[in-house]
């Protein structure tokens, strides 16, 4: 990692807000926040702003009834979304429960579900590999189910947060709501949000890898509030290649979109095209 020494602290504050502006234009939520006297940046890593299209993540199912999981900030402002499996056909989907404090939601189809994501029973350590599955940047990269290794850096988030696991496993805007899993396929997360540009006394840094997914057993928790109990896998469970998991979870993971303008003007008798 490389320091880059700029001016004073105020100029260097302008900057990492003008970096958060525009990344807003192509990102969800920019929080920036100080820490002890440094100024640092996450965001979560859903991807087009509502303003200039709908925004896209990711999501992947949990229950054979027709419910899928994802984050809230994928669906925020947003009662409906369309769904789609790599190359599969889009559904519409309802957004059936949120819980805006762990960044969760709950989407419901209309149709049932062959196969479903299955939870791991015991808290994943730091150090055990992951993988990261979704649809990043999907009007640029391959519609195709995008993968990503990685470890699990430490079993808190940003601050010490319980609820989050720290990855180093690479994340772009479109791979929020995305299962994490581990190296025998099991779900131990859902991916939420990324470090950005971190500001210490005059020295501006650009972490890498350094990335955070919701704790599976919080996930659990949102879906028993909903009367779902979620598939759990063996408790000694061997491991599989990476390619086959990659397999396994393409028949559930799927891109989200939620055109939460639209959605606005449709609601709104005033409104025109």
Same mark, same amino acid.
């Given at each position: 990692?490389?320091?880059?020494? $700029? ?40 991807? !087009? ?33 369309? !769904? ?31 196969? $479903? ?49 720290? $990855? ?45 997914? $919701? ?59």
């Amino acid at each position: 990692m490389t320091t880059r020494k $700029i001016g004073s602290g105020s100029i260097l504050l302008a900057l990492i807000l003008a970096l958060a502006q525009a990344a807003s234009a192509q990102t969800p939520p920019v929080v920036t926040r100080v820490v002890d006297g440094n100024t640092i940046i996450v965001s979560a890593v859903g991807s !087009v702003d509502g303003k200039t299209g709908p925004k896209t993540g990711s999501a992947f199912a949990v229950h054979s009834s027709g419910k899928l999981l994802t984050n809230n900030h994928v669906v925020e402002g947003c009662s409906e979304v369309t !769904v789609s499996s790599a190359g599969g056909d889009p559904l519409t989907g309802r957004i059936q429960a949120r819980d805006v404090r762990n960044d969760l939601a709950l989407i419901a189809l209309n149709s049932p579900l062959s196969s $479903i994501a299955s939870f791991r029973r015991t808290p994943i350590r730091s150090g055990e590999d992951v993988i990261a599955l979704g649809f990043p940047l999907n009007w640029v990269l391959a519609t195709d189910l995008n993968a990503s290794k990685g470890i699990v850096s430490a079993t808190a988030g940003l601050l010490n947060d319980a609820t989050q696991l720290q $990855i180093s496993a690479g994340i772009h805007p479109g791979n929020s709501g995305g299962p994490l899993l581990d190296s025998a396929g099991l779900v131990v997360g859902i991916v939420a949000s990324a470090l950005g540009p971190v500001a210490v006394a005059d020295a501006f840094y650009i972490p890498q890898d350094i990335n955070f997914a $919701i704790k599976a057993e919080i996930a659990e928790v949102f879906l028993g509030s909903q009367s779902l109990d979620s598939q759990v896998g063996p408790i000694a469970s061997a491991s599989v290649s990476a390619a086959d998991i990659v397999e396994r979870a393409r028949r559930y993971t799927f891109l989200v979109e939620c055109d939460a303008g639209r959605q606005r003007k449709v609601a709104s008798p005033l409104a025109r095209e």
